[in-house]
């Protein structure tokens, strides 16, 4: 999942993430359990380095190693942000007054929730 996760935050959110990931295996000078039954050990575990940037355009920079520490400096052009909120227009179709009437009829300490049952789910056969 790296190679997409942060890619996908960009263009959901129509910002720039910088993808950041340590590399080597990091251990510590006592042991310890992950709470799922197997031996003590010192290990974290191994990190996958391969840091990049994405932008809210879905493209992004090349991958640093896997295996090497490195320096990724990139230019990001932050009006591109504001050029893709504007052509997709995703908060011009956006719905705030009724998410606001939605979210206040949740809060309310009486508020009952609507149950729908698919009547197929408890069909008898």
Not at 20 to 32: A, K, S
């Amino acid at each position: 999942m790296w190679p997409i996760e942060a890619r996908n935050a960009a263009i959901a959110n129509s910002y720039f993430v910088g993808s950041i990931n340590r590399v080597g295996t990091e251990t510590f000078p006592y042991p310890f359990t992950s709470g799922d039954g197997k031996p003590q050990h010192s290990d974290f575990g191994h990190f996958y380095g391969s840091s990049y940037f994405s932008a809210p355009d879905a493209s992004c920079t090349s991958s640093l190693s896997r295996h090497r520490d490195g320096l990724l400096i990139s230019d990001m052009d932050l009006n591109l942000c504001r050029q893709l909120k504007d052509k997709w227009g995703f908060r011009m179709t956006a719905r705030y007054e009724l998410y606001n009437e939605l979210l206040g009829r949740y809060l309310r300490p009486d508020f009952e929730p609507q149950v729908i049952s698919d009547p197929l789910l408890h069909k008898k056969c």
